[in-house]
Structures are given as structure tokens and as C-alpha cells.
């Protein structure tokens, strides 16, 4: 059991190029979401889905792009790289039903470093 | 608008100690409250969760208090390790389908010896 796995772990990007991160779970969760993680600001909602063919916008999400065409993969795409999108993206998956007895809580990727120069 | 606040930002205690953290929260929709764990170079990962009925849960050295009237919610380890040095983050939601969690900004724990 994999959990979340996010690709790339580390990217350097230039000013105006675009690119993918990659996430993947295989949990058979519903819902999952990309987080931002920048020193003394947490961890800010991007945008997230709770089920294939549905996304919505979170708390930050200009500059970035998503789809779900399957329940397994997450793709978060980065139009046009600027420097303020420089952070640490963290993918996350639960499932989208609360229940107290089974693990409601999010699973987390690992995380992908992206600079931007 | 920061709907969950997080104290301190960051925290020094001695092992054995009993480090406390601290969240307000705005929202009175809110009905599950997570604490996640970060050690360095990794995902947060759930350490233990609160519902608002109940004023206290413990899982190992790890306690959560809750004051629904006040909107505040605490974490307490117990006999602190250096192992316990990491980031922690509290959180809120509903618990409505696909109720999204809104994280507090952190507070950075270091044991010492």
C-alpha cells in the first residue's frame, strides 16, 4: 500500500516556464487536494476534488490548474511560473464521508520542492 | 482570513517537559479538530482527532483538551522526547461530505536533552 505519491521531489523552474506535479493515491479515496506550504503561513488549500471529473478552487488558486479524470491521480499544473510560487506542494487524500470508526483523517504525499528562478 | 490560530509559532522544552499548543478557531460550523504531525522532509501525518462533545482525548503521551464555549482546543505531550521534535499543525472542518480542512500556521517543537 503506496499511500499518496507525489513526483517530483525536487524542481527548479525559470521565470515563465510551466510545469506538472504529479500525485497518485491508491486508497480509493474521494477526495483528494493540493496544499502550499510556505514558512509561517501553513499549509493553504490550492484546490482539491471530491471525485473524478469534479474540482473546485481553495484558498490560493491563481497561477495553478487541475484535473481529475481518474480516482487515482491529481495533477496540479503550474501555467506560468513565477517566484512567488516558489514553496513546498504538499497532495492530500481522504475520504470524503466522515466516519469515526475508520481513519478519516487526510493522507499526505511526501511533498515536491519547486523553485523558481 | 485566518478562520484557525495557531500558538506559539515556535517552542523549546526539555525532554520530560510538557510542551502545550494552543488554536482558536472563528468558525462555529467546525466539528472535527485533527492535530497533524511534520518531521522534517516529509508529509504531516494525523497524530490524533477531537469531536466537540467530548472536553478531553488521549492517545499515548498525547492529549487534546477542548473548550467549545471559548472555541479553543490544545495539545499537551506528555513526557516529551526528543523523537517529538517536529512541526505541529491543528485543523478544523465540518464533517459534511468533502468538508474542507482549514490548518492552523504551525508551531515547531525542539526537545533538548
Known amino acids: 500500500n503506496a499511500g499518496v505519491t507525489q513526483t517530483p521531489k525536487f524542481q527548479v523552474l525559470k521565470t515563465g516556464q510551466s510545469m506538472t506535479l504529479q500525485c497518485a493515491q491508491d486508497m480509493n479515496h474521494e477526495y483528494m487536494s493540493w496544499y502550499r506550504q510556505d514558512p509561517g503561513m501553513g499549509l493553504r488549500l490550492i484546490h482539491y476534488?471530491?471525485?473524478?471529473?469534479?474540482?473546485d478552487q481553495g484558498e490560493v488558486p491563481n497561477g495553478y490548474n487541475v484535473s481529475r479524470s481518474t480516482t487515482e491521480d491529481f495533477p496540479l499544473r503550474l501555467l506560468s511560473a513565477a517566484p512567488s510560487q516558489t514553496s513546498v506542494y504538499f497532495c492530500?487524500?481522504?475520504?470524503?464521508?466522515?466516519?469515526?470508526?475508520?481513519?478519516?483523517?487526510?493522507?499526505f504525499g511526501s511533498g515536491t520542492r519547486l523553485t523558481v528562478v | 482570513q485566518q478562520q484557525v490560530k495557531q500558538s506559539p509559532q515556535s517552542l523549546i522544552v526539555q525532554k520530560g517537559g510538557i510542551p502545550i499548543i494552543n488554536c482558536a478557531y472563528e468558525n462555529t460550523a467546525f466539528d472535527y479538530f485533527p492535530w497533524y504531525q511534520q518531521f522534517p522532509g516529509k508529509g504531516p501525518a494525523l497524530l490524533i482527532a477531537i469531536r466537540p462533545d467530548v472536553s478531553e482525548k488521549k492517545e499515548g503521551r498525547f492529549t487534546i483538551s477542548f473548550n467549545k464555549s471559548a472555541k479553543q482546543f490544545s495539545l499537551h505531550i506528555m513526557d516529551s522526547q526528543p523523537g517529538d521534535s517536529a512541526t505541529y499543525f491543528c485543523?478544523?472542518?465540518?464533517?459534511?461530505?468533502?468538508?474542507?480542512?482549514?490548518f492552523g500556521t504551525g508551531t515547531r517543537l525542539q526537545v533538548t536533552l
Open positions: 485543523a478544523a472542518s465540518g464533517t459534511g461530505t468533502a468538508s474542507k480542512l482549514t
Open positions: 476534488s471530491v471525485g473524478a471529473g469534479i474540482t
Open positions: 492530500a487524500s481522504s475520504y470524503s464521508s466522515f466516519r469515526w470508526d475508520r481513519n478519516y483523517g487526510y493522507t
